[in-house]
């Protein structure tokens, strides 16, 4: 009985890792499939942002590869239940907040909005299951004993 539990929790975390990839791979298509950005012209209103100013539009090219590469490793990693995964995602949480509060003004359209609570949402969740909730036994370390 609890190791049937143990297995529908992991069911239920893995299910959680690939909805918010499934939900990251919509936000990334939507826009360059619709091209908002043509019908609506918004961008030349916006702030760029203490990153663009800052380093000159060269950062986040590498931002976003870095970040990028950094997130397919941590979610390999806690898709695996390896433990440093935990830690690997949560750096890259951090880091993905940072980069976002100095990176300047975002355009929402309605339909991108949902989609970005929906993976925020997951994120947080993702969290919740590896540091505190039912999944935490599955991340620890653990130690040998000689």
């Known amino acids: 009985m609890n190791n049937e539990k143990v297995e529908t ?38 702030n760029p942002g203490y990153t663009s100013v800052i380093l000159e ?4 090219l590498y931002a976003t590869i870095f970040m990028s590469f950094f997130s397919l490793i941590s979610l390999i990693l806690i898709y695996f239940f390896i433990p440093i995964g935990k830690y690997f995602f949560l750096i890259y949480f951090c880091t993905n907040f940072f980069l976002i ?12 909005y949902p989609l970005e609570w ?4 997951t994120e947080a969740l993702l969290l919740y299951q590896m ?12 130690k040998l004993k000689t």
């Open 9 to 46: 929790n992991k069911i239920f975390f893995r299910r959680i890792i690939l909805l918010m990839v499934f939900t990251v791979i919509l936000i990334g298509l939507i826009p360059s499939v619709f091209d908002f950005e043509k019908y609506y012209g918004i961008s030349r209103f916006i």
């Open 57 to 60: 539009g060269k950062f986040e």
């Open 101 to 112: 509060m100095l990176g300047g003004d975002i355009i929402n359209y309605g339909v991108l």
């Open 118 to 121: 929906l993976k925020n949402v």
């Open 131 to 142: 540091f505190l909730g039912a999944n935490k036994d599955n991340f620890r370390i653990r």
